[in-house]
Nanobody, 121 residues
């Protein structure tokens, strides 16, 4: 089974940028990014289809975050600009194997361990 490893998190200030990476041990198809803040449910952030022709973002990150991928390297990226304190969370990438809505985490069967993003005000 493919494994996923996230990287690129860190402690930044409001307005800064970070780029998260999700490296897969093998071929990956449609992928998503989710995040979870302390005391909150894990929430959908972004989705990208296998060939990258379809992308989706949550309303809270639309216009600030950009998802992309490099299938030759089996890597998915999340470029995060103009970060806000409310973006502070543990960010996970996941591989989608279901045919349902990309925002539903039950459609994803492989998850990474997450990378922490902390945005100070």
């Amino acid at each position: 089974q493919v494994t996923l490893v996230e990287s690129g998190g860190g402690l930044v200030q409001t307005g800064d940028s970070l780029r998260l990476s999700c490296a897969a041990s093998g071929r990956i198809f449609s992928m998503g990014w989710f995040r979870q803040s302390p005391g909150k449910e894990r929430e959908f952030v972004s989705f990208i289809s296998w060939k990258g022709e379809t992308k989706s973002y949550s309303n809270s990150v639309k216009g600030r975050f950009t998802i992309s991928r490099d299938n030759d390297k089996n890597v998915v990226y999340l470029q995060m600009n103009n970060l806000k304190p409310e973006d502070t969370a543990l960010y996970y990438c996941a591989s989608k194997n279901g045919a349902g809505w990309w925002g539903d985490q039950r459609e994803y069967n492989i998850w990474g361990q997450g990378t922490q993003v902390t945005v100070s005000s």
